[in-house]
């Protein structure tokens, strides 16, 4: 199973093992239980840390380089976004802020009924963008708050509701 040398005795896999045969997997799973109870309470760096990651190679340098990738992904995503709110004349922030209105970004989620499950996952989907606007370039989240703000004290304060 394993190329590292372990101390721990294995009393499941061996009681299960008869010369000759495979041991049963309910014995299998108990001695990798046991190992890694073992391995847990040796901390980091033991001789035993690597034995799920040995019995899982493949499958365990997968999930690496998938969260890599992610990360690389989702760096190059955020340096996007930041030269789009840096566009000149403030286009990145307009066409973000409208995107946000679009999504009810700032509205309240208090409803009727049927519609309280769209615009909560409108209001959802338009924090997650406003995270990812933080991430790239928080000054630019922050103009996208002053507008919003200075649009909604404008409609509060005109009769009609508009900000004109």
Do not use: F, K
Not at 110 to 134: C, V
């Amino acid at each position: 199973m394993s190329h590292h040398d372990t101390s721990v005795p294995s009393h499941a896999a061996d009681r299960a093992r008869q010369p000759g045969t495979l041991p049963h997997p309910d014995a299998v799973l108990a001695d990798l239980l046991a190992r890694s109870d073992v391995a847990d309470a040796e901390g980091p760096g033991g001789p035993l840390s690597d034995l799920l990651t040995d019995l899982l190679g493949p499958e365990v340098e997968q999930a690496r380089r998938a969260r890599r990738e992610e990360r690389t992904r989702l760096a190059a995503y955020l340096d996007d976004l930041a030269a789009v709110l840096r566009a000149g004349g403030g286009a990145g922030v307009r066409v973000l802020r409208h995107w946000l209105d679009a999504a009810c970004a700032n509205d309240r989620l208090s409803r009727p009924e049927p519609a309280i499950h769209g615009a909560a996952a409108l209001y959802d989907y338009a924090r997650d963008r406003t995270a990812e606007i933080a991430m790239a370039d928080p000054a630019s989240l922050l103009r996208i708050q002053l507008e919003g703000a200075r649009r909604w004290a404008g409609e509060q304060l005109t009769p009609d509701g508009r900000g004109d």
